[in-house]
């Protein structure tokens, strides 16, 4: 599905620098390295537990920790349309979360869900983290839309659109893989980790935290 998603891109989308995380828990993970990607685009072998989102979003900010923005895309969505990548980094600049519609989701309002959010490389560093911690995969965009609502930090993007899979598509055979499965066997977890760690725990410090470094 990589080659989907690295095949959408167009025009100014390939000027984008695009980092591919990948890890040999993976059995295909050798199958990414044949592929023929855009020449902005570098394969980074994350070596250890890196098997799930939430794991590569952090080994990213590690791996790249004075990036201008860090910006989530899945090999299971692809780009409508070019022209999409470059505006939701000038709008997450340093300090705001942008977003995009993902196809799906747009019913809802952004402060009850924002998919696939661009964070300016100055907020990720002072959060600390780029995904929660204690989050797999689900509930990690959930944490990361709850601080741009409670410190007006969001900025809708949703003329610019990414497609993805929906969930018919997903349970097609050649699509519900042994990834897709193990990711929604942890997933059954995430909202109670959410409250527990993030609502409860780490919510108020990690807002603090930005606040002062948003004045300092």
């Not at 167009?10 to 828990?25: F, H, N, T, Y």
């Not at 609502?149 to 519900?176: C, G, H, I």
Request: charged residues 25%; contains cysteine; proline residues 6%.
């Amino acid at each position: 599905m990589l080659k989907r998603l690295a095949d959408s891109f167009k025009g100014s989308d390939l000027l984008e620098p695009v980092a591919v995380i990948i890890c040999p828990q993976d059995p295909t993970w050798r199958e990414y390295l044949k592929l023929r990607l855009p020449p902005k685009w570098t394969v980074h072998i994350a070596h250890g537990e890196y098997s799930y989102c939430g794991q590569k979003m952090n080994y990213a900010l590690q791996r790249f920790p004075n990036a201008k923005f860090y910006g989530i895309l899945c090999d299971d969505i692809w780009l409508d349309a070019e022209g999409t990548l470059g505006p939701l980094r000038e709008a997450a600049g340093d300090w705001k979360i942008s977003f995009p519609s993902d196809g799906l989701h747009d019913d809802q309002k952004p402060e009850h869900l924002v998919c696939f959010p661009c964070m300016g490389g100055k907020l990720v560093r002072a959060i600390g983290w780029w995904a929660h911690p204690s989050l797999l995969h689900n509930c990690i965009d959930s944490v990361i839309t709850d601080i741009g609502v409670k410190l007006d930090l969001l900025v809708n993007m949703r003329q610019y659109r990414f497609r993805m899979l929906d969930t018919s598509q997903r349970a097609q055979p050649e699509n519900w893989d042994e990834t897709y499965q193990r990711v929604e066997r942890i997933n059954l977890d995430a909202g109670h980790i959410y409250h527990l760690m993030w609502e409860k725990v780490d919510r108020e410090p990690t807002l603090n935290r930005i606040k002062a470094a948003m004045t300092s």
